[in-house]
């Protein structure tokens, strides 16, 4: 596996990041844990992700669940 430094890949992996801190201390300030669980997820996948599209598809997929489970009441 090759390290990507590609600008445009660097700049757009830092977004899930930054929307996962986010939720991660709101989630903990607030003793929430879909919001910690997914605020890790967030921060996390970027580094398992090849492209851009499977950046976007993950974090789309990610907030939906997230979505989910505070719809239901968790």
Known sequence: MTL???PTWLFLSLIPGGIGFVLFVYG???GRWPQMAA????MVYPYFTPGIPALLG???LIG???WMAVR???
Request: glycine share 16%; net charge positive; proline share 0%.
């Open 4 to 6: 990507n430094l590609d």
């Open 39 to 42: 605020g890790l997820v967030f």
């Open 58 to 60: 993950v974090g789309v």
């Open 28 to 30: 903990k300030k607030q």
């Open 64 to 66: 939906a669940v997230l």
């Open 72 to 74: 239901l009441g968790w």
